[in-house]
């Protein structure tokens, strides 16, 4: 990047400094934390902070950066949140950021957070399209092009939704190993899963007391006591028995799309009932159990379930 010897500032922009300089921070953002887009997060960091440093009349407050992290909803931005924290107590007084994308891909988020910086007399300034937050008329202009950052953020997961799913379909799920199991890379395949014996220890143990009829809290307490006997530090709680319990996942098979986002703002998902294809993927790892205990268990829980309400 190259830096410019020139200022953005309008003539009639107020030093708001006792030494006659303006409090300048900027943001950046990379939304994947691959190599590719670290070297531009850190590139972009560089630039700022030198293209701050090289403005007379300015003073570097800081440089805030998310990486790898989406900009659809600001709560799980920290950096963004530090950086709208400190405009609202007055330690910043202008703020740069590379485009209104990278600010948000959230429209409504995104001038939500422009008006809270703005009663605070901050101004952003959006260099890919030279356009500062305080600027009335070109307010209209602002919304669109925040409206347009957020559809484009919507094309992109579409499109990484329909990468996924044709992985799926191809028998190559994109899958976080699960608990149980660890992946290693054979030959081509960088992907294969196999049986963590350890793990899989408590997971045989787990379905064996379900089996039994022992209570989901009680295996907790089972658990537990082995991670203490073994002096693993490892934890349980019922969530994660309960889930570990109902995922199919340790008969061999994997099921996509079990769940389905609806609001790829919000990220608010609800259960696949025929919303989206589901691919069921058959033998894609060895099993720790055996499909038919994983079906006795699944039984012997909803009849629990169903004596319970009955009462």
């Given at each position: 990047?190259?830096?410019s010897?020139r200022?953005?500032f ?7 400094m006792?030494n ?8 950046a953002?990379v939304s ?25 009349e300015?003073m570097?407050?800081?440089v ?9 909803s600001?709560?799980?931005r ?12 007055d ?8 485009s209104?994308s990278?600010?948000?891909r ?6 939500a ?7 605070h ?6 260099e890919k ?9 070109l ?6 092009l ?7 953020s ?9 990468a996924?799913?044709?992985?799926a ?5 994109t899958?976080?190993v699960?608990?149980?199991?660890k992946?290693v890379?054979?030959?081509k ?6 049986v ?15 089996l ?5 809290l009680d295996?907790?307490a089972e658990l537990?006591k ?9 934890i ?6 309960d ?9 061999g098979?994997?099921?996509?799309n079990k769940?389905v ?8 998902q ?7 294809e ?6 894609h790892?060895e099993?720790i159990?055996?499909?038919?205990i ?8 909803a009849?629990?379930?169903r004596r319970?309400?009955?009462?």
């Amino acid at each position: 990047m190259i830096i410019s010897k020139r200022t953005v500032f309008k003539p009639d922009d107020v030093l708001t400094m006792e030494n006659g300089k303006r409090r300048c921070a900027a943001y950046a953002r990379v939304s994947t934390d691959d190599e590719a887009q670290g070297e531009s997060f850190d590139s972009q960091v560089a630039y700022y902070k030198k293209l701050i440093e090289n403005e007379s009349e300015s003073m570097l407050v800081g440089v805030y950066g998310d990486r790898g992290i989406s900009g659809t909803s600001a709560k799980d931005r920290p950096e963004f949140l530090r950086l709208i924290k400190d405009c609202e107590e007055d330690k910043i007084d202008f703020v740069y950021v590379k485009s209104i994308s990278r600010f948000a891909r959230n429209a409504s988020e995104c001038m939500a957070y422009l008006d809270r910086v703005g009663e605070h007399g901050v101004v952003v300034y959006f260099e890919k399209e030279n356009i500062y937050s305080n600027d009335k008329s070109l307010s209209v202009i602002l919304k669109i092009l925040a409206t347009l950052a957020q559809e484009e953020s919507n094309s992109i997961s579409m499109a990484i939704k329909w990468a996924y799913f044709a992985n799926a379909k191809n028998g190559k799920p994109t899958r976080q190993v699960v608990y149980g199991y660890k992946k290693v890379t054979e030959g081509k395949n960088k992907h294969v899963w196999v049986v963590d014996p350890i793990e899989a220890r408590r997971v045989k143990k787990a379905f064996a007391l379900a089996l039994k009829g022992m209570s989901k809290l009680d295996i907790v307490a089972e658990l537990n006591k082995m991670e203490e006997d073994e002096d693993t530090g490892v934890i349980w709680n019922y969530s994660r028995v309960d889930k570990m319990l109902k995922n199919e996942i340790y008969t061999g098979i994997i099921i996509t799309n079990k769940t389905v986002t609806i609001d790829y703002v919000t990220k608010r998902q609800v259960k696949n009932d025929g919303l989206v294809e589901k691919v069921v993927i058959k033998d894609h790892h060895e099993p720790i159990i055996s499909e038919y205990i994983f079906n006795a268990v699944r039984d012997k829980i909803a009849s629990k379930r169903r004596r319970r309400n009955a009462k």
